[in-house]
């Protein structure tokens, strides 16, 4: 395959650098362009980036200057967006009508109709509301989002449960990285010794989002699932990887062991199982007591895996567990990937 040209906008920042070290070598994707804001704009990128990963800058990267985020800057098939809500909503729909594939961590579109909200673990089929997207809005290129982090490893895990045994009801509260605030994020006095039971806007989204996922697609659209949501979420002092305790109630009588196998046996879609950045495996089910830990295990998979634990009874529904899916990796850039993957397997770009 000829290599296809991509782009980062908000290329700084804490997803944008990681854009930036999972398109290092990627085998379909060359890196042609990385975006910013004014204050980075024109300077080379090692020089306006403060590189936060544990993993060294790509060399490709270093000597990069960054330019605006505007088509008339950019110029790439596929557009990869760590841009903030505000600015992705003003932005996003330009490259789109210019005829990029804008894959989006924002939330700004998440919630349109023809807009898929997609994990291709979960519900590749989605990706056909591009066509419709396409026809409404008049433009070639598209815009594809991810779901926010939080909701990235839950709606996995409860995918696999779902379709075996019918979910109902979700009780959910997370334990989620700094890393998911942002650079430089949330300060340091607030943090340590801390954990703040508050993050705007980050409870409705966990408890919306999964219900497009699960939904099915009819007639064009998306019919809502009708599993029912509560959410607490909580930011807690780890750096990367977000943790959720889970509890569910479902349809039927389900044994804890008849769920650890089903979600151990858990495939993505046929369209979704071999692509460069596919989840191998979709799902990883550990059996001590005490796992999965953030700093343990958040790079299982190379942190595409959503990792699960302590599935047992639970004495007000039916079953708990514990998930734990890498925020910045699955849960914003790699997933972002992942989704251009599948627009190009599915012959959509
Ligand atoms: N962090 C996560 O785990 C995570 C997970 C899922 C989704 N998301 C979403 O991903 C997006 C990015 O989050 P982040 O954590 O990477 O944010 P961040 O660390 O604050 O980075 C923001 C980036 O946007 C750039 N930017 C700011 N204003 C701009 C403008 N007017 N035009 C162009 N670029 C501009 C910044 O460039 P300068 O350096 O030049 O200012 C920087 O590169 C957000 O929508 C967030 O909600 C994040």
Redesign the pocket.
Known sequence: MKPIPVAV????????QRFISLLDNHPWFTVVAL??????VGQKFSD??RWVLNEPMPEYARDMV?V??SPDSVQAKIVFS????E??KD?EPQFAKAGAAVCS???SYRREEDVPLLLPEVNAEHIQLVKIQRQQRDWSGCILT?P??TSTGLTVALKALDDSFGVKKVFAVSLQAL?????PGVSSLDIIDNVIPNIGGEEEKVEWEPRKMLGKMADSKIQLSDIRFSAHTNRVAVIDGHTVCVSVEFAQRVSPEDAIQVMRSYQAPASARDLPSSPRPAISVREEADRPQPRLDRLTGKGMTTVVGRLRRDPLLDLKFVVLSH??IR??AGGSIYNAELLVNENLL
């Not at 906008?9 to 944008?16: D, K, R």
């Not at 975006?35 to 980075?40: E, G, K, L, Q, T």
């Not at 760590?82 to 809500?85: E, I, M, P």
């Not at 890393?179 to 650079?183: L, T, V």
Request: net charge neutral; hydrophobic share 40%; glycine share 14%.
């Open positions: 906008l908000g290329a700084t920042g804490s997803v944008g975006a910013a804001s004014d204050r980075s306006a980036c960054v605006s985020a760590a841009l903030h809500n600015i992705a932005l961590n924002a939330s991810n926010n982090c890393s998911g605030a942002g650079y925020n910045t849960g914003a």
